[in-house]
């Protein structure tokens, strides 16, 4: 059983980085055909795909954060990390992160339970 949990400081000042780590236990980052991905969820607003990195260490972003975000990973610690430079209020939402099986097209298939990262102004 595939198992994710997030954590990070709970509480940021604007303009700071927002940094997250997601630990696996129960399956491997570098195991194949698998993406690691961020999702995160404002208060009252729908989820919002942020960015992933795949087994094989290559990383996507979305358009919208491209000049803020980075995805990284620890392979001995089997973790991967979000970090969120020049935050604002509106970056506070709860921080996901997922698996995402890339041979089956039902996409993520286990999920952390979220840590909720406020930003205050």
């Known amino acids: 059983q595939v198992q994710l949990q997030e954590s990070g400081p709970g509480l940021r000042n604007s303009s700071q980085t927002l940094s997250v780590t997601c630990t696996v236990s129960?399956?491997?980052?570098?195991?194949?055909?698998?993406?690691w991905s961020w999702i995160r969820q404002p208060p009252g607003k729908g989820m919002e795909w942020m960015g992933s990195i795949i087994y094989e260490g290559t990383t996507h972003y979305s358009p919208a954060l491209k000049s803020r975000i980075s995805i990284s990973r620890d392979t001995s610690k089997n973790q991967f990390s979000l970090q969120l430079t020049s935050v604002t209020p509106e970056d506070t939402a709860v921080y996901y992160c997922a698996r995402e099986d890339l041979s089956d097209p039902r996409g993520m298939d286990y999920w952390g339970k979220g840590t909720l990262v406020a930003v205050s102004s």
């Open positions: 129960g399956g491997s980052i570098t195991a194949s055909y698998y993406a």
